[in-house]
């Protein structure tokens, strides 16, 4: 059996001035993949002879079960979602327990800080500006993930296989680790909303967004800021739903970010974020794993289904020249109502679910009761 654990690199570049001393400066990671050759080669020039069979296992002394079932360990990098990640790839004879791969990451992070990271840190790699130098470990941005937590990291869906021979589906998250899973969530939330406004053109006067810009900058300083005690499992389990749980909370948040604010209270207090639990994932893209256990609902996969089709619809609307649209006119209205009745005024009944299911465009079928044709 095989399975792979997952960690962040971090490249730093050292750049020389004209008396020879060295400046270091961590690059970015969209920069830092374009180095992923290089880096595998260096890699590949640490492993030592006497690891050629068990990999990092070779140094491994302790004689308990993770010792007998993990037959070797070898560490590359790869790139996922436009990031450098260090992936241990692991080889064992039966499945790991949860308390089994704790130890193995235990001794994996040592390997990352003092042993096979350490060495690593100090070959150069020659670059066009400068020399580059690989960590594995850096102090307050570390992890070590299994398939399901790198999957859930990235919100990424989760391969069918991932989790062959290692099971963790019965360790219980800590609010420690919900709370880091958190605050890297929201780190690239906020990294891509500044990358979005620098590539759209709409923003290039950015005093337009100052109001948008401010309250997302808010927004994240805050959920940085929150103490562990004010959070708890299921408050973070449901923030970690959404793939951009910091544009849920700014979105909260009325106009300019003042002090007159009250963001606690947004976020935690009667009729707040967490309180009201909205779930809607129209308005807020769900994660893979989220998106599955909502539709797992039949009247959320027939409000999604409503909404495939009034999207088709407009598609369809917006590729038609003028004269054809004013043709159809007398079909646009009922359509838009019979959406809109279905998919926000409706309340289901059992029946009406299972009935309406039963088509693939249940807005086109019943949409004649509103007054118009088929389109």
Not at 178 to 202: E, P, S
Request: charged share 30%; glycine share 6%; proline share 4%.
């Amino acid at each position: 059996m095989k399975a792979k654990l997952y960690s962040p690199i971090h490249c730093d570049i050292c750049k020389y001035d004209k008396y020879g001393g060295c400046g270091f400066t961590e690059i970015n990671p969209l920069s830092a993949r374009t180095h992923l050759e290089d880096i595998r080669a260096v890699f590949a020039k640490e492993r030592k002879p006497e690891e050629s069979a068990r990999g990092l296992m070779t140094y491994y002394d302790k004689a308990d079960s993770v010792n007998e079932k993990v037959q070797s360990l070898f560490v590359d990098a790869d790139v996922y979602e436009d990031t450098l990640w260090a992936v241990a790839t692991l080889e064992f004879t039966e499945p790991l327990a949860a308390d089994e791969i704790s130890v193995l990451k235990n001794y994996l992070s040592w390997q990352y800080s003092d042993g096979f990271g350490e060495a690593l840190e100090q070959r150069a790699i020659n670059a066009e500006y400068g020399e580059i130098y690989v960590r594995l470990w850096k102090y307050g941005n570390n992890f070590i993930d299994t398939p399901e937590q790198f999957a859930r990291r990235l919100c990424l869906p989760l391969p069918s296989d991932a989790l062959a021979g290692l099971n963790t589906q019965d360790a219980p998250h800590d609010i420690t680790e919900l709370i880091n899973l958190l605050h890297y969530r929201i780190d690239r939330n906020l990294n891509d909303f500044f990358i979005n406004i620098g590539n759209d053109a709409a923003h290039r006067f950015i005093t337009a967004e100052s109001k948008q810009i401010a309250a997302v900058c808010e927004a994240h300083c805050f959920l940085k800021a929150v103490e562990a005690d004010n959070w708890n499992t299921a408050d973070l389990e449901y923030l970690l739903r959404f793939k951009n749980p910091l544009k849920l909370f700014a979105d909260k948040l009325p106009g300019a970010v003042s002090g007159n604010i009250d963001m606690f209270g947004v976020m935690f207090a009667e009729g707040g974020i967490l309180d009201r639990r909205e779930q809607k994932p129209r308005d807020y893209a769900l994660t893979p794993e989220a998106y599955q256990s909502y539709l797992e609902s039949p009247e959320n996969r027939l409000r999604e289904r409503l909404a495939e089709n009034f999207n088709e619809y407009k598609r369809d609307m917006l590729d038609m020249d003028k004269e054809k649209i004013f043709f159809a006119a007398n079909e646009i209205a009922p359509i838009q109502q019979a959406y809109e009745y279905f998919s926000q005024e409706h309340s289901y009944s059992k029946d009406e679910v299972d009935f309406l299911l039963k088509f693939q465009n249940p807005l086109e079928r019943h949409s004649g009761r509103f007054g118009g044709g088929h389109h």
